[in-house]
């Protein structure tokens, strides 16, 4: 019996160390999983924040530069339109160098803003816009030198005609292809926008479901902890329950017993006297097997051996 309680006694601790370690196994595994998931919510959330920086530094350098470079070279050639109309309506030869400085400078800038556009426009589309636009503008260089010559000829209506016909036409055309080259920025302005928007709404919703699953794994960590702490709290309690029950067994078979000198029985808490062997297998897990000794074998059947 003893030995039956110090065998139930061990089990009891082993179950307990190995609980405790798979709770604390299961709750590190749990918080790992917590964290790897707020970790990974931070670098998809960061990733998608670089893309967004991406995309808006793509739309400030390449589309807005490219558009601002085609109006800003659209104004300027409006601007040499009209100082050539200057020329043409010149008077002195000072004006006249005046306004042919004017076309140079406004011819100079124009030049600038295109070599930015080539730089900075996007898609072969774009490239191809951007060379036709260059070489209408250059195409418009000839005219102008056919105004100065006849100016310089003093055939100044014939250079005013160049200037209101043949040369207005080419300003327009070029006008034409200012406007399809702020359109064509425009437009890849737009996609790039409608990207960042798309990314950044991605971002969000990416955001809410890492949130959302980890508040769920968290709450199920929670409840899982909890339930199986109580679980083990009731085995436990059950198994103390079991230890009290063999030790009061073993308190009873150990404390200060009641027994007839005569008969050797054992009287129990209740008055009732019992059998030395009932009582103990009662109180007890042992079991008796009846046989008899030497001497009470001697007493009792001695006589049978004697007359034999």
């Known amino acids: 019996m003893r030995s039956d309680i110090s065998e139930l006694a ?11 370690k798979t709770v604390k196994y299961k709750l590190a595994l749990g918080f790992l999983l917590v964290i790897v998931l ?3 919510f931070g670098v998809i959330s960061l990733k998608e924040v670089h893309t ?11 589309p807005l530069v490219v558009s601002n470079a085609a109006l800003n ?5 409006t601007k040499m339109h009209r100082s050539m109309k200057d020329v043409a309506l010149s008077n002195s030869l000072n004006e006249l160098d005046k306004a042919s400085s004017e076309v140079k400078k406004y011819e100079q800038l124009v030049y600038e803003q295109l070599a930015v556009i080539r730089e900075m426009i996007i898609g072969t589309e774009g490239q191809n816009l951007e060379k036709k636009t260059r070489e209408l503008f250059i195409d418009w260089k000839p005219i102008r030198e056919e105004v100065f010559i006849l100016f310089h000829s003093g055939r100044r209506d014939e250079a005013a005609l160049i200037t209101k016909g043949k040369g207005a036409d080419h300003v327009a055309k070029l006008d034409v292809k200012m406007l399809e080259l702020t359109a ?7 996609g790039f926008m409608q990207l ?3 990314s950044q709404s991605e971002a969000e919703n990416i955001s809410v479901l890492l949130v959302l699953a980890g508040v769920i794994l968290s709450a199920f960590i929670a409840f899982y902890t909890v339930s199986h702490v109580l679980k083990v709290e009731k085995a436990l309690l059950h198994e103390r329950r079991e230890l009290q029950k063999a ?17 050797k029985k054992i009287r129990d808490d209740k008055g ?12 007890s897990e042992a079991e008796f097997s009846h046989s008899i000794c030497p001497i009470c074998a001697e007493e009792l059947y001695g006589h049978l051996r004697k007359s034999s």
């Open 38 to 40: 707020f970790v990974s």
């Open 247 to 263: 030790l009061s067994e073993i308190k009873n078979l150990s404390g200060l017993l009641p027994i007839c000198a005569s008969c």
């Open 196 to 198: 960042a928007e798309k």
């Open 184 to 190: 064509y920025a425009r437009k890849k302005a737009d």
């Open 10 to 20: 061990g089990e009891a601790v082993k179950m307990i160390v190995s609980n405790e």
């Open 73 to 77: 070279a659209g104004i300027n050639m």
């Open 52 to 62: 967004v920086g991406n995309l808006t530094e793509t739309i400030y350098k390449h």
């Open 272 to 283: 009732y006297w019992n059998q030395l062997e009932l009582y103990i297998r009662d109180h």
